[in-house]
T-cell receptor, first 109, second 113 residues
Framework: GQNIDQPTEMTATEGAIVQINCTYQTSGFNGLFWYQQHAGEAPTFLSYNVLDGLEEKGRFSSFLSRSKGYSYLLLKELQMKDSASYLCAVRDSNYQLIWGAGTKLIIKP | IAGITQAPTSQILAAGRRMTLRCTQDMRHNAMYWYRQDLGLGLRLIHYSNTAGTTGKGEVPDGYSVSRANTDDFPLTLASAVPSQTSVYFC????????????FGPGTRLTVL
């Protein structure tokens, strides 16, 4: 079966750095996505990785290791507005997205 | 303003009733998707459409049907609603199957009693 695992909830302090991990087992791999979802709102795109390595975009970075079936999202200089759920999704061999349940990130002052 | 709209925002429905959730996008995207999101579970694909005139089944299609008569609209119909279909429904679109980003509508919160 296909499976995406990520922690259910994490807590971090404003101004700090947090790393959200995602491991996956899917039928085929055509890219990994990270989305942000604030409570009661729609998911919004954060990052995309298809090759191994680190992709940096401002305060957010995403890393991929295809051989390990592993990715992480790194958030730096945390702000209160970063409190949200972070969704990991893998595009499988049929080009459909398989989604993890999301990691709820709580930022404390 | 370009984007995706969904209607209604929320709905309470009696079991056995028929319901159509509406989704319209003005980005001229070829591909459109319907997901449901339930607490503790990831988004699950219900149906998708690669282009106008074609549709396909996702992970959880039973009890739902879709049509894609034109590029902009992708309605989702529950023929006879059941309580297990209580969920938040998101419509999304992308420029193509291989395009990187899916854009999501604001969602419809559906409660079936």
């Amino acid at each position: 079966g296909q499976n995406i695992d990520q922690p259910t909830e994490m807590t971090a302090t404003e101004g700090a750095i947090v790393q959200i991990n995602c491991t996956y087992q899917t039928s085929g791999f055509n890219g990994l996505f990270w989305y942000q979802q604030h409570a009661g709102e729609a998911p919004t795109f954060l990052s995309y990785n298809v090759l191994d390595g680190l992709e940096e975009k401002g305060r957010f970075s995403s890393f991929l290791s295809r051989s390990k079936g592993y990715s992480y999202l790194l958030l730096k200089e945390l702000q209160m507005k970063d409190s949200a759920s972070y969704l990991c999704a893998v595009r499988d061999s049929n080009y459909q997205l398989i989604w993890g349940a999301g990691t709820k990130l709580i930022i404390k002052p | 303003i370009a984007g995706i709209t969904q209607a209604p925002t929320s709905q309470i429905l009696a079991a056995g009733r028929r319901m159509t959730l509406r989704c319209t996008q003005d980005m001229r995207h070829n591909a459109m998707y319907w997901y449901r999101q339930d607490l503790g579970l990831g988004l699950r694909l219900i149906h998708y459409s690669n282009t106008a005139g074609t549709t396909g089944k996702g992970e959880v299609p039973d009890g739902y049907s879709v049509s894609r008569a034109n590029t902009d609209d992708f309605p989702l119909t529950l023929a006879s609603a059941v309580p297990s279909q209580t969920s938040v429904y998101f419509c999304a679109s992308s420029d193509g199957l291989e395009n990187n980003e899916q854009f999501f509508g604001p969602g419809t919160r559906l409660t079936v009693l």
